[in-house]
């Protein structure tokens, strides 16, 4: 969404979409006559492309990874680390032995056999925080991009937001009026 010019992101946008048309095709290839469905699409998407892109642009690779990388160029973090949290997370999720360990502690148990023991593994609090933390700054990112180009007031929308959450949040009966003060104070400070 960081792109100079609507063309641009058109194109990125197409770029996606042709990768996930590629991904179909190979998935549906292995089922016989699916694959000829996927052939078809495939060649619609690109001859729909074709009076307003080069074929050879929109066929042109994009990986998670380079999008990954580019985010994080983008939001001025370092594209090394956020690529190392992606495939630590990716990893995981796909059960990869690697990452198993490096989002865990392992605490050696009972010796049940000779050289067999049981363990324990307690997620570690700090990787899974990495983790959600450069999620969490992509998405926000993300939104206020979308938002800006959008010609959305993203100060009032966060005001609002605060607003409204501060006027549902449940709260001790004794500090009741603490939230209504507070209510009170972002009612006023909305209207400043």
């Not at 590629?22 to 998935?27: F, G, I, N, S, T």
Request: hydrophobic residues 45%; charged residues 25%.
């Amino acid at each position: 969404m960081t792109a100079d010019s609507a063309s641009e992101l058109a194109l990125r946008h197409l770029r996606l979409m042709h990768t996930d048309f590629l991904e179909q095709k190979r998935a549906y290839n292995l089922q016989g006559e699916r694959g000829a469905n996927a052939e078809r699409q495939l060649a619609t998407f690109l001859a729909r492309v074709v009076p307003s892109f080069e074929v050879a642009q929109v066929k042109k690779n994009v990986t998670y990874l380079s999008v990954i990388r580019g985010a994080a160029a983008e939001m001025d973090a370092n594209p090394d680390e956020f690529e190392y949290l992606w495939r630590r997370a990716s990893g995981a999720t796909h059960g990869k032995r690697w990452p198993v360990f490096d989002i865990n502690d392992v605490e050696l148990g009972e010796e049940y056999e000779p050289g067999q023991h049981r363990v324990m593994r307690t997620p570690r609090l700090q990787a899974l925080i990495e983790i959600l933390a450069a999620a969490y700054q992509t998405i926000k990112f993300g939104i206020a991009v979308f938002a800006a180009r959008g010609g959305a007031d993203l100060l009032a929308g966060r005001h609002a937001a605060i607003l409204a959450v501060a006027k549902e949040m449940p709260v001790a009966p004794e500090r009741e009026h603490e939230r209504e003060a507070l209510v009170e104070r972002l009612s006023g400070a909305g209207d400043r």
